[in-house]
């Protein structure tokens, strides 16, 4: 077991021998499990629920791993591992998913053990990045690292990563939990939209207290979180999220899996009651069990490596007379960077979505350029975005024009972070089982159309998300422009939604009217961002004009023909 | 390399980068619906009454499309077996009740398009599932005479 | 119907109460709408009770003290109310009888159902015993607590399954 905190990889927890014995463990069941598939011990409605459990879909072409990214963390060594996963098992891709994932879409179930076992080897897994358990905790892509965090919310994370781990109780719940933890004022996690939102701040003594939002998500019934409990202890959280679990397992409903999440039950019940029941559980438990003390906290605190932030005195000035040098880096530092906590560093965005690219699409090549950027200029920390981009999150300012003209050089400078062409887009019909329609297209279409930068700059500030279906991988909801992909009949249409948000000012998008042609949809979305450009007040936001005028203004340009 | 034989190439609605058609949505609306005739349901097995089918599935081992062959499971589409409509149901039965069968996952028919010249599919999603995904070329799959 | 327990096949010392006839004299599982029924019986006759997963535990509270078992059940793999059922039985009604999984568990269940209180397993699955056996042995740590109070591990909430 190591114990030399200078070798901890830098913003995530430090597997020892004891965590790494568990996953070899893992892998075998599982080897196991496919060995009794293949020979007819188990039928697929049986070995489904086993192999969801470890990550693994049967999608329209092929099998489907997805690998967890705990709270969307990495190192530069796994980066190096899935690149070699994607050129050995798959077809020299990866995609990055909108739950800080990454998966491969050619995988064969006979290669998956193989596979889990090389991920094993640099201490990744596939665990419950599907099925009806708790999924992967998400975090703030920032975390750590933002010059507006309270608290860093990825310990808390790494905590509940382990708890809900092959949980006895609850790893056959009505439905999938998704649980995200931010620890910023600014929810860059989308708390409201989660089965569980944690937001933590500091309590009175220091030690962190958690705002429990519960009953929130998208899918067919979008539905805000609502708040279950204000400034819950460090020591109560998982007692508290045992109890809600709990009651979640005991009455969620289990004979209509479209009303089946947490959220469909929070509301049958009403938030009162929900929490009547909730609390009565809190209340019988013997807390002593559940207790998260302090220490086991700090335990778990020190096996993260922690960078050492040393910049040069006049970083910040290197980096100012840089941006005045070269406009278009000027232009990216704009739009792809993120403050942070030192004055000497600043976290930077590697836009996954190219110009007329797949959003989260990443060749094997671009991740293993992406873990030498890591390494030369981030503490070979990695951070997947729930955006489907990725963060190097602690770069020296005066680094930071070096590691942009390297990122040009390999076509992954597109700056466009929250602007028209970061889109965040599900897999769509082109690989995914249940999709209605074609996701992707759309996405390329829109970005290729708006790639001029000043363009995009110009309109700023705008969110769109496209789903192929009512499941919304894509955050349909969630956009300040969202796009469902419907099917009518076997083809393919699409519907609009305006005014969603998934931050502080949390919102559902509404549907503007009937459902587009596909080959409509993309000049009608063009029509609406002219329309915007039209009506808005100086330094307004799409979303912000479409709040003060309304669908009505932007429902004409829509449907007008030309 | 192969062309997805999309059906908005005929009747002007659901087309692949295509200039765009500035006409009234109900006029779209109208030709879609016109074009496409009566029910299908894409998820599952039902079909028409009419017209014919192929049969469909997944490999177990690596997850790969097939289809059903006149002699076992083929990943080309144009090797599969056609079937009329009102027959399918009774060779759907036979292919889940086959010796093979533990071999493939997810067994069932797919309405073919009467008006397209060659094996394919009435739906988009299936035709995607036939000939690969729309954003990758590339990935689609190769036509080989080799049946499994 | 094979008995699974502590890794064995046993012998099923329980008899079920048939449907219209009156309760046999020695240990009998009773459904939970004859439980009144079972509990007029004399107090040093075995008696069990059978609940559906839709059964809030707290209501066997007076009976528990007469109950040596409660069958909890699966009328699907994918229905895990009875882990929750089991665990309350435990842990909030301290419950130390013999608890029953019926239905149509997994073997690859059967370390959740361990670890939430099951102590036996009724079950018309094919597989050998092996393989539930198995299903407990292959993995040896765990990362929450359970009611059988493993050894901590020392690191967070880390514990050794004891084998």
């Known amino acids: 077991m190591s114990t030399d905190t200078a070798t901890l990889p830098v913003g995530r927890y430090a597997y020892d021998e004891v965590d790494r014995t568990f996953l070899s463990q893992r892998v075998a069941q599982f080897r196991e499990q496919v060995g009794r598939r293949v020979a007819g011990e188990l039928t697929e409605d049986e070995f489904k629920p086993l192999r969801l459990m470890n990550g693994l879909y049967l999608q329209l072409h092929a099998y489907m791993l997805r690998v967890a990214v705990p709270y969307g963390m990495m190192g530069s060594d796994q980066m190096r591992e899935l690149a070699h996963i994607a050129r050995t098992y798959d077809r020299d891709y990866g995609h990055f998913t909108t739950r800080q994932n990454i998966q491969f879409n050619w995988i064969r179930l006979e290669d998956t053990p193989d596979i889990l076992e090389r991920l094993a080897g640099v201490n990744m897994h596939a665990i419950q990045t599907s099925g009806n358990c708790i999924r992967n905790v998400t975090c703030d892509e920032f975390a750590g690292a933002a010059a507006d965090e309270l608290l860093d919310p990825r310990i808390h994370a790494e905590i509940l990563r382990q708890w809900s781990t092959l949980h006895p109780e609850f790893s056959f719940l009505p439905r999938k939990f998704k649980i995200a933890i931010s620890g910023s004022p600014h929810d860059r996690v989308a708390a409201r939209f989660h089965d569980i939102g944690l937001v933590a701040h500091p309590g009175p003594d220091g030690r962190a207290v958690f705002d429990v939002f519960v009953g929130g998500g998208l899918g067919r019934t979008p539905i805000i979180g609502v708040k279950l409990r204000d400034n819950l202890p460090e020591e109560d959280l998982l007692a508290y999220l045992e109890a809600v679990v709990r009651v979640y397992n005991a009455y969620g409903r289990r004979d209509n899996m479209y009303k089946a999440r947490i959220k469909i039950l929070v509301q049958a019940l009403g938030v009162d009651q929900f929490r009547e029941k909730v609390d009565a559980e809190f209340a019988q438990m013997n807390r002593a069990d559940y207790r998260l003390d302090p220490a086991i906290v700090e335990g778990i605190r020190a096996r993260f490596g922690i960078p050492a932030l040393d910049a040069p005195a006049n970083a910040a000035d290197r980096l100012d007379s840089d941006r005045k040098a070269d406009a278009r880096f000027d232009r990216w530092v704009r739009t792809n960077t993120h403050a942070h906590r030192h004055e000497g560093f600043i976290s930077a965005v590697v836009s996954i979505k190219p110009d007329g690219g797949i959003p989260g699409d990443v060749t094997a090549d671009q991740m293993d350029l992406i873990a030498a950027l890591a390494d030369d200029f981030s503490f070979g920390e990695i951070r997947v975005t729930h955006m489907q981009n990725v963060v190097l999150g602690h770069v020296r300012k005066d680094q930071l024009r070096d590691l942009w003209l390297r990122l040009e050089g390999a076509g992954l400078g597109t700056p466009n972070i929250g602007l028209v062409g970061d889109i965040i887009a599900c897999p769509g019909l082109d690989y995914c089982a249940l999709a209605n329609a074609r996701s992707i297209p759309i996405a390329q279409k829109l970005s290729a159309r708006f790639a001029n930068p000043e363009l995009q700059e110009n309109i700023g500030t705008l969110r769109i998300n496209i789903s192929g279906c009512i499941n919304a991988c894509g955050h349909h909801h969630a956009g300040h422009i969202g796009i469902l992909g419907v099917d009518k009949r076997g083809e393919e249409f699409f519907q609009l939604t305006l005014g969603g948000s998934a931050e502080n000012d949390v919102a559902i998008g509404q549907i503007i009217g009937p459902a587009l042609p596909e080959d409509e949809t993309v000049d009608a979305i063009a029509r609406l961002i002219d329309t915007y450009l039209v009506l808005r007040n100086e330094g307004e936001a799409f979303i912000d004009t479409y709040r003060r005028l309304g669908a009505a203004s932007f429902k004409d340009a829509v449907y007008a023909p030309a | ?148 | 119907m094979p008995l699974l327990e502590n890794g064995h096949v046993t012998e099923d010392r329980w008899a079920q109460a048939i449907a219209g006839e009156a309760l046999p004299a020695g240990a009998v599982i009773v459904p939970l709408d004859r439980l009144e029924e079972g509990l007029a019986r004399p107090k040093d006759a075995l008696l069990g009770v059978a609940i559906g997963p839709d059964v809030d535990v707290a209501v066997l509270r007076p009976a528990l003290p007469r109950l040596a078992l409660v069958a909890v059940n699966f009328p699907t793999f994918r229905d895990g109310r009875a882990f929750t059922q089991a665990r309350a039985l435990r842990e909030h009604l301290s419950f130390t009888g013999e608890i029953r999984a019926t239905g149509t568990p997994l073997p690859d269940q059967y370390e959740f159902l361990l670890r939430c209180g099951v102590t036996s397993v009724q079950t018309d699955r094919a597989e050998d015993v092996a393989v539930w056996q198995q299903a407990h042995d292959i993995i040896s740590i765990a990362y929450q607590p359970s009611v059988l109070h493993e050894r901590a591990q020392g690191l967070g909430l880390r514990r050794f399954l004891g084998k």
């Open chain 2, 1 to 148: 390399m192969p062309v997805l034989q999309y059906r908005s190439e005929k009747n002007g609605c659901a087309g692949l980068a295509r200039a765009p058609i500035y006409s009234s949505l109900r006029q779209l609306h109208a030709r879609c619906l016109k074009g496409i005739g009566s029910e299908v349901d894409v998820r599952n097995n039902r079909r028409d009454m009419t017209g014919a089918s192929v049969i469909t599935a997944n490999r177990l081992l690596d997850g790969r499309i097939v289809w059903l062959a006149p002699q076992g499971w083929s990943e080309a589409i144009g090797q599969a077996r056609v079937f009329d409509n009102a027959a399918v149901e009774d060779a759907i039965k036979q292919a889940k009740a086959a010796a093979d069968a533990n071999t493939v996952v997810g067994i069932y028919g797919v309405q073919l398009d009467p008006d397209a010249t060659q094996i394919t599919p009435l739906t988009v999603r299936e035709r995607i599932r036939a000939f690969g995904p729309t954003v990758h070329p590339d990935f689609a799959p190769v036509e080989t005479p080799h049946v499994h």
